[in-house]
Each structure stands twice: as C-alpha cells, then as structure tokens.
C-alpha cells in the first residue's frame, strides 16, 4: 500500500526538479546577455577576408568558413567566440593556386590566442606543418583545452570570451615571398557535459578595444551545468535506497506480529512521529 | 510520514535552490564602441619609372597593366574612402640622379574622389624616370595628415630605390615611428630579389603586407582588397611614453595604446583599480626589422611598492609579426569609500638584433587595457560545490542504504522492545 505511494510521490518530486532545473536553464540563455546577442560582430554570410592583427581581425561564427585570400608571407587573422564547457577545434587550410608554381617546401603553423592574447596550447593537432613545393594544400588542426568559466589570476587556462587565430607561414623560400594562397579557416566546438564545469564566473574575456564578439544566443548563463542533475539525481537515489533498506532492516509489516498495531486505520489515529 | 515529510522537505529545499541560483546574475558582454568611424584615407603610390616599360605582365608593359587594373580599382573604390594618387619617376628623364631623385608628383590629392579626373590623370603617364621610392613615402605621409581615420599607402613598383643613401625601409620604420598609424602595403611587379626584399621589409616595418605580382588580374584584386581593408572599423590607439619606473609612469585608462621600446627593455605604465573591478592588459610587441630568432616579451602587474601580483611571459623563436603577453587581475570589493588601487603595468621584451639593424626607432608595443567587472570568487573549486558521475551517485546510494538500514533497525529494536507508543 504505502510502498508504491511513497515511491510515486518521490518520482513526481524528482520529475518536478528536474524540471524546474531544465526549464530556467533553456529560458536563460537568450535573455542572458541581450545587448551582445545584438552586437554579435559577424553577420550570417561567412567572411571572405581575414585581418591582420589583433585589432582587425575578422570575426568568425563557429562552424562557418572564413575565407581570405593572402599573400604568402601575410599574417592572417580571425577571432571567434567560445563559450563554457566547450572543446574547441581550429582547423585552418592553405590551398596554393596552381597557375603560380612555387620554389619549395613552406612550414605554415596556426596558433590560437585567447582574448587576452596569451598563446593558448593545442591538445593534439597538426599545429605545424610542412607543405611539398609541389603540394596543392596543407591542413592544420588545433584541438583547445576545454573553455573554462573562472581560473585563477595566474593561470593560463582559456577562459570564455574571444579567441584569435592565427595562421601564417613559419618559413618558405625567398622567392616566395608575396606569391598568391588561398586560407580558411573553420572552428567547432562539442560539448564537456559539465565535467569540467568550475565555479565562479569571469566576465566574458572580450577586450572593448577589438572586435565585437559574442555567441550568435549571447553567452549561456553561467549557473547551469548537468552537474546539477547528477548531484540531485544522487539525493534521489539515496533517498529511494535508504526508503527500501529501511523497510529491510524493519521487517515485515505482520498483522498482530511483536508491537505492531497495523491492525488499527493508519491514518486519521497516527500520532506524528510514527514511521507506518 | 517522516519519509513524505523529508521528501516534501527535500523537494522544497530544491526548488528554492533554484530558484535562487537562477537569479544569479549573468555577467554583461563588453560594450561595443558606437562612434562613427572617421573617414580613412588611401594614397596609391605608383612607379612610373623607365623600367614600367618592360612587357612582361601577360603580354602587355607594366605601366599600361598598371593603368587598367587602376581603371577597375578607381571604378570600385567603396563610398566614403578619400583616395589620393602620388607617382614617383614619372617628369624626370635625364641622368642627373640629384633631380631624377626629387622626381615625385602628387598627381590627384587625397579627398572625395572624382573617377573620371582620376582616370584621365592615370592616363597620361608615361614611364619615365628614376624610382625615388623613399622620398615618395615622405611625400605620401604628409599627403595623409590630418583626421582621425585609417591611413593606408599602396606602394605599387617594379624595382628597388635607385636613390640610396636614403634607405625607403628606413623611410617606412621612421613614418610608422611618427604614431600616425600609417600602414603601407607593397606590391611588387615581377619583382627580383632584391626588390622583393625591399618591399617586404618596408610592409614589415608598418604592418602592411606585400604581395608579389606576375598577372594583371592579380594586380587589380589585391589593390582592390587593399583599398577596401580601410574600411574595416578599428579602433586607432593612442599614443604614449612609457617610463623606466613605476614612480613616474604615464596614468592609463581603459582603451588602447601604442609606445616604442628599444630592444631588451623595460617600460612601465600605470593603472588604477576599483574594488570590484578586474583589470585586463594585453601588450604585444612587433618586430618591424631583422631579429634575432629568439625572442620574449613580459608583462608584470606589480603594486606601487614593488610586489608582483600577476605576471605573464611569452617566448618564441622562429618567424613572426608579434610576440603577446596578458595578465587579468581582480581586485576584490571593497566597502565603499576604498580608493581604487594603483597597479604598475611592467611591459618588457627580450628581442635582439644583429648589429647592422638599427635600434632606433624602438620596436612598436601596442597595449590594451580593459577594466571589467570582477569575477564571482568561488568558495569551491567544483561547480557550486556539485558532484558529477558514477562514483558519486554510488556513494550517495551506499549512504541511503546505511542510513534506512540504520533507522530500520533502530525501528524494528524500539517496537520489539515496546519502547514505542
């Protein structure tokens, strides 16, 4: 009798949590930051120019194509957002046009900056790479460590907020030197399903002195992460094994057993206090 | 009845720890500048020396190659753009170099652009004279003075400066050195070593970029490219003089700053803090000539007394345009009435040079300063203090199980024992 009540009434107080905790956090996320939704720097149609230097560099969406077409030589620039809890991938391509043969092998190498312009770290990747003089493109990948909401002062870790990329050439032949390439350059994200997720939140690491960016929903607010689910789901648990362990290690309820008086209408006679 | 009453509790607890999480703040997004952007300035600079002769480029001379990409450039310049046209070599045929050297023309003045004026002008030139390329950069960057926009030089030639001693990279280091934040991209026409490494050296010096071009159909896209970069909104630096100590250093505020630093120095800023407030500086310093392969900048927060707070360093070794350093430090709240805190901002580099580059100018150092909010400090490393995975929710279940197993004993000793009402 009670056992199945018990039960349902602890699965429609989960169900309810888990729904209060789902719904704020799908309602939050466009109303977190209007004002950068609204100035988020890069427009629907993928750049086909990048910049040349923190200052200039072309904003980039993820998951669109930015495309330039570059002197070989040139410091080619993009800067794209990357929000919390994301795994971000940098994959950039240099084609060489085939009407300008060149003289020789060339290194091109892409490096990631994060808004305060400090060099961040490629996991794995082919950050470097050296290209055939007969060779028709080079492809580079940069795999970032997870995007975090706080760090300390004195970390280096990549937090929210703008990235650079660079993508220039390490060495080549002097005769070269400002011929023709083709670049562009795509970043992906997938998720870390909170199992990096830290507390405490930075201010979006965006300089008011380069280019506006901004996620094309505005940063995610900075209070969800599944770690909520998993730590309630947990008190769920618990709760429901310390239900049924206590109906085991009480016994069975046993119509005129030692004490038991289950006998009587339980609930309008129930003194409070009484464990049924 | 317990057990409803705990899990009503429960169910409440949680819900009003959502409810109060959800009125965290989210933090706001960096303001966007909303000023117009002054109207930027480009000047194209063209050799019109006897070598423009030459028919290389797809079968035609260089010059008339020159004058239909400038047609399609002139045809495409964006709204808003003041363009202005300078030759350098195109008066002076004779031999005397002391003249063939002052050869350079301001043949349509920098200002709103009059296409059929600028094309007739561009038609009449005729490959002539020396290549004075250094005296033609002065010239350009007076024709540039003036407003608050970008300025760009589009230096278009086929051969190196025939004017020494006067060296043109030189030129371009000392104009860049000026902090008009001019920018002087470089083309060069089926150009040979030597050429090529002037002009690469004199886009090095001011950040443009150099290209090398053998069809004329490369020619007028990478002009027009060119020209339209100057519209992209930018944010122009301000310039300022370090100090070498803290003491005496220049006071700055959010925005951004250029400077020269001479090789493997130090120079120092200041910055003053809210409580509350976390200040962000990012410097980078360029190479703009011949270095040496390794090479290092610093970037220290230090207070006025001289202890660090933060520090960054960043080395590398290799080709590159620009060597970055950044430093983030919060300042915690503070009752009101706290005086914000200066911090002294130490940028140093570590760049050498061969002896033959010269040291002076300094090397551009360009810093950025933001002051944001400050951060939410964490009292937990965790995400709230949450728990995430299986050996958590083991360990929960493990304690559900003692603890009913515990109460459950304790139920069935009190009724075996009749110790219950």
């Known amino acids: 009798m009670r056992i199945p009540r018990l039960l349902s009434a602890a699965a429609a107080a989960g169900a309810a949590a888990l729904l209060a905790l789902a719904g704020p956090a799908a309602a939050d996320d466009p109303s977190a930051t209007p004002s950068a939704s609204a100035s988020a720097g890069g427009s629907d149609t993928p750049p086909n120019e990048a910049g040349t230097n923190f200052l200039n560099a072309t904003v980039l969406r993820q998951g669109q194509t930015g495309t330039a077409s570059a002197s070989a030589g040139d410091y080619l620039y993009w800067t794209f957002p990357a929000d919390t809890g994301q795994h971000v991938t940098v994959n950039a391509t240099v084609t060489f046009p085939a009407a300008t043969p060149r003289h020789g092998a060339s290194t091109w190498q892409v490096d990631v900056y994060d808004g305060l312009r400090r060099r961040q770290a490629c996991r794995y990747g082919s950050q470097t790479r050296t290209a055939a003089a007969d060779a028709t493109s080079v492809a580079l990948t940069c795999h970032l460590r997870a995007i975090r909401s706080w760090a300390e002062p004195w970390s280096n870790d990549p937090l929210r907020g703008a990235y650079y990329v660079r993508l220039t050439d390490l060495s080549l032949p002097p005769a070269d030197l400002g011929l023709p390439v083709a670049a562009s350059v795509q970043v992906t994200s997938d998720g870390t399903a909170g199992s990096q997720a830290v507390d405490g939140s930075v201010a979006p690491v965006v300089s008011a002195n380069g280019p506006a960016v901004a996620p094309s929903g505005g940063w995610a607010g900075t209070w969800w992460s599944p770690r909520w689910l998993w730590t309630g789901g947990g008190g769920l648990l618990a709760a429901l094994f310390a239900v049924g362990a206590h109906r085991l290690a009480r016994g069975p309820v046993t119509r005129g057993g030692a004490g038991y008086r289950s006998d009587v209408p339980d609930s309008p006679r129930e003194p409070a206090g009484w464990t049924s | ?421």
């Open chain 2, 1 to 421: 009845m317990i057990f409803r009453k705990l899990l009503t509790a429960g169910a409440a607890g949680g819900l009003f720890a959502v409810l109060a999480c959800g009125l965290v703040p989210a933090q706001a997004a960096a303001d966007e500048p909303a000023t117009p952007q002054p109207t930027p300035k480009v000047e194209l600079v063209l050799d019109v020396s006897g070598s423009m002769r030459a028919r290389d480029i797809d079968g035609e001379s260089r010059m008339s190659a020159a004058k239909q990409a400038f047609d399609d450039v002139l045809d495409s310049v964006p709204q808003g753009v003041d363009l202005g046209i300078r030759t350098l070599g195109a008066d002076y045929p004779g031999p005397d170099r002391k003249t063939g050297c002052k050869d350079t023309r301001l043949l349509y003045p920098v200002g709103p652009l009059d296409r059929t004026d600028a094309k007739t002008a561009v038609a009449t030139l005729v490959p002539t004279g020396w290549t004075p390329i250094g005296p033609a950069l002065l010239k350009a960057a007076d024709d540039l003075k003036g407003g608050n926009g970008t300025r760009r030089m589009v230096l278009i030639t086929d051969g190196e400066d025939t004017c020494a001693p006067l060296n043109p990279c030189d030129v371009a280091r000392d104009i860049a050195a000026r902090g008009i934040h001019l920018v002087i991209d470089t083309l060069g026409l089926i150009p040979d070593a030597s050429t090529r490494n002037q002009l690469s050296c004199i886009a090095e010096a001011t950040g443009g970029t150099y290209t090398s071009v053998e069809h004329r159909q490369q020619l007028t896209t990478k002009v027009k490219q060119l020209v339209h970069r100057s519209t992209a909104p930018v944010v122009t630096p301000v310039a300022t003089e370090g100090s070498p100590s803290c003491a005496d250093a220049p006071l700055l505020k959010q925005g951004i700053y250029t400077d020269r630093e001479t090789f493997a120095t130090s120079r120092w800023y200041r910055v003053e803090v809210q409580p509350g407030q976390e200040l962000r500086a990012s410097a980078s310093v360029s190479d703009d000539r011949v270095v040496n392969a390794n090479y290092g900048v610093l970037l220290r927060g230090v207070t006025q007394r001289g202890r660090e707070i933060v520090r960054d360093d960043e080395a590398g070794t290799g080709r590159t345009d620009a060597v970055s350093a950044g430093i983030r430090y919060p300042k915690p709240h503070a009752d009101s009435g706290t005086p914000a805190e200066t911090v002294c901002l130490e940028v140093g580099n570590s760049f050498s040079a061969p002896a033959s580059v010269k040291v002076v100018p300094g090397l551009p150092v360009e810093l950025s300063i933001d002051l944001v909010h400050g951060p939410d400090q964490p009292s937990d490393v965790a995400f709230f203090g949450l728990g995430r995975g299986w050996w958590l929710l083991g360990l929960l279940a493990l304690t559900g199980v003692v603890a009913g197993l515990i109460t459950g004993w304790i139920a069935r000793w009190s009724l075996n024992t009749g110790r219950t009402r």
